[in-house]
């Protein structure tokens, strides 16, 4: 749901899955929307209802990382562990 009440579609930036099998959903801004947080609270909760959902062996777990690109280009990361340890803001929200 966007800020103004409306509701909108998401499709996330990019998917990443780790060799653990973690599916990481990766967002990324280059501009900061009004709309932000309220979007990673809501990809959080869906991150934790399809982890949930998916209990079976072997499934995957599913996180998020956001990307603002005013860090990326200060800090460009060398990897993704290095991008997913270095852009942690609404990681707190997990």
């Not at 060799?19 to 809501?42: C, N, S």
């Amino acid at each position: 749901m966007k800020a103004d009440g409306d509701l909108s579609n998401y499709v996330p930036d990019f998917l990443v899955k780790t060799p653990d099998g973690t599916v990481w959903i990766v967002e990324t801004k280059g501009r900061a929307e009004i709309d932000l947080p309220q979007k990673m609270t809501r990809l959080r909760q869906w991150c934790t209802d399809a982890t949930e959902a998916s209990q079976a062996e072997g499934a995957p777990a599913y996180r998020f990382v956001y990307v603002d690109q005013s860090g990326f280009e200060r800090h460009p990361p060398t990897s993704f562990a290095a991008l997913v340890a270095g852009f942690t803001e609404y990681q707190d929200m997990q």
